[in-house]
C-alpha cells in the first residue's frame, strides 16, 4: 500500500488549523503542533524508504533464525534492526532536511516562539532595509550550512561503516 505523496504542507497546515479549532481540541496556539505538522509531512517519504528497505531483507535470514530458535523479538533485533540501521539513518536525516525546509504548514501553524529558520527567512525578507535582508541572508547560509552538515554526516557514517 503506498502512502500519497502529494498533499501539500499548506493543505496539512489548514487542515491542522481547521481540526483543532474547537471544544477540547483547540489546539492551534500550541507548541508542538508545529513538530507534529513537520513530522506529518516527512512520513510518507520516511515510510516509503524503509518500507523498501524491508522489502529487499530476504525472507530465508528470518525463517533460518527461527529455526534455529530465536524468538521473534530476537530475529526483529538481530536481523531487522541491523540491517535497516542505515536506510533508517538515511530516513531520519531525509525527515531532518524536510523539517528544516518546510515552509507550507509552518506558515500557518507558527506563532511567536516557535518560528521556524524558513519562516524567520521570509519574515526578514518581507521588510525593506539592506540590513533587514543581510540578516535573512546570514540565516538562509546558516541553513544551509545546517543541511550540508547533515548530509555530510550522514555520508561519514555511511562511509566508515562500509570499512
Known amino acids: 500500500m503506498a502512502i500519497p505523496v502529494v ?7 489548514l487542515g491542522f ?3 483543532f479549532r474547537n471544544g477540547p481540541f483547540d489546539w492551534r496556539g500550541k507548541w508542538w503542533l508545529l513538530p507534529v505538522a513537520h513530522a506529518v509531512v516527512a512520513v510518507p517519504l520516511v515510510s516509503r524508504g524503509i518500507a523498501s528497505s524491508m522489502r529487499q531483507i530476504p525472507d530465508d535470514l528470518r525463517s533460518a533464525a527461527a529455526t534455529l530458535g530465536a524468538s521473534p523479538a530476537r530475529i526483529f533485533s538481530s536481523i531487522d534492526v541491523a540491517l535497516l540501521r542505515r536506510p533508517i539513518g538515511a530516513a531520519s536525516t531525509l525527515a531532518a532536511l524536510v523539517s528544516l525546509g518546510e515552509f507550507g504548514a509552518s506558515s500557518l501553524l507558527s506563532r511567536r516562539g516557535n518560528e521556524t529558520l524558513t519562516m524567520t527567512i521570509g519574515r526578514l525578507l518581507g521588510r525593506p532595509g539592506d540590513l533587514v535582508q543581510a540578516q535573512a541572508f546570514v540565516v538562509a547560509t546558516v541553513l544551509g550550512l545546517l543541511c550540508l552538515c547533515l548530509v555530510s554526516f550522514v555520508d561519514l557514517a555511511a562511509a566508515r561503516e562500509k570499512r
Request: glycine share 10%; hydrophobic share 80%.
Open 17 to 19: 488549523i481547521l481540526a
Open 7 to 13: 498533499v501539500s504542507a499548506v493543505v496539512l497546515g
